[in-house]
């Protein structure tokens, strides 16, 4: 997942990524336990808290499993740890999934933590940009050609009857709220639970536009392992995602613990503007995790199969992959 903290709290933030989150005295330990490693794709974030609150709570011990949780480095490739066995599960795109398992990276998706697609094109308020096709001759900025801000501007484009010639793409790193805010570029693509969160809290005003009209052609993050390791070891692929399940649910239930207990893991998070950015994150984020309510980690068929679609047609994934081997619900109960 190629989530970025609030620009305020960065700096404190990633001196909390040079370690390893320690979990409280009082979580439950149990040596006989499958111990599988969970990769979690940026440094300590309380995006991450679902994670947490499972083990803290004791729902992952609860369920047989006693996983660790590992935060992956900024420069470590999103599926590296996972094909080279270091992990056992890591939390990432189904896009990014599909478009690794056509460069043979044997991966499958066993849960859904997103149940919708986070990325949206943002413009500042009193942009003439109105609608995506308003998008015709301006510039677009995003961290690069690739993961789900590349593959939500080309759901973006599509919609609005758009190429990439039409538009100015500019890579811009991950300084999307810099270059919109200075006009550097006339919008940005970025996710609703994190430059939409920048903006709010900075003061910047800002609108944004969803890159699709109805359902978006693309799956958002989930649990993934890899199908010999589910092969190998279903029990413990329901205890995963079954843990993490049930730390979503608490999560929904209750945001403000979801945030005190993400302070044993994210430290930074004690100070007040720190807590206060990442509420506001935890928020949107929750609209994410259950839009309607309800914490469902089923995977939709028909979803996966207009991305595998939509992919192909883009030239994503080079050909059509079959989406049927990509994903499973036979580990959620």
């Known amino acids: 997942m190629r989530t970025r903290i609030i620009a305020a709290i960065a700096a404190v933030l990633l001196l909390a990524g040079c370690s390893q989150p320690t979990a409280p005295s009082g979580t439950p330990t149990t040596a006989a336990l499958p111990s599988p490693t969970i990769g979690l794709t940026y440094i300590p974030n309380v995006q991450f808290s679902p994670f947490y609150v499972a083990e803290t709570d004791g729902a992952f011990t609860a369920a047989g ?62 942009s003439p940009i109105r609608t995506l096709a308003d998008l015709k001759g301006h510039s ?17 484009l599509r919609t609005a009857g758009l190429g990439e010639a039409d538009v100015q793409v500019r890579e811009i790193g991950y300084t999307q709220q810099a270059a919109l805010s200075t006009d550097k570029v006339d919008a940005i693509v970025g996710f609703s639970n994190n430059e939409a969160v920048q903006f709010s809290l900075g003061g910047f005003a800002t609108r944004s536009i969803p890159i699709a009209e109805g359902e978006v052609p693309l799956v958002g993050i989930c649990l993934i392992t890899t199908s010999a390791y589910a092969k190998d070891h279903p029990d413990v692929v329901k205890a995963v995602a079954s843990g993490m399940l049930a730390g979503i649910s608490a999560v929904v239930a209750d945001p403000d613990r979801a945030l005190e207990v993400s302070t044993t893991y994210v430290p930074a998070l004690s100070a007040s503007a720190a807590k206060d950015a990442a509420r506001a994150t935890l928020v949107a984020t929750t609209k994410l995790w259950a839009p309607e309510g309800t914490v469902d980690g089923h995977l939709d068929a028909d979803q996966w199969a207009a991305m595998a679609d939509f992919m ?22």
Not at 323 to 331: K, L, Q
């Open 312 to 333: 192909a047609a883009q030239g994503l994934t080079g050909q059509r992959v079959d989406p049927t081997p990509a994903f499973s619900n036979d580990y959620l109960a």
């Open 140 to 156: 677009i900025g995003l961290p690069g050609k690739y993961g789900e801000n590349w593959f939500g501007l080309q759901v973006a």
């Open 65 to 126: 499993v006693q996983p660790t949780l590992r935060h992956h480095g900024t420069s470590e490739g999103l599926f590296t740890a996972i094909a080279a066995g270091q992990e056992q599960f890591v939390v990432a795109g189904g896009d990014e999934l599909l478009q690794a398992r056509a460069q043979g990276v044997d991966l499958v998706a066993v849960a859904a933590y997103y149940r919708t697609y986070p990325v949206e094109v943002i413009v500042p308020a009193d």
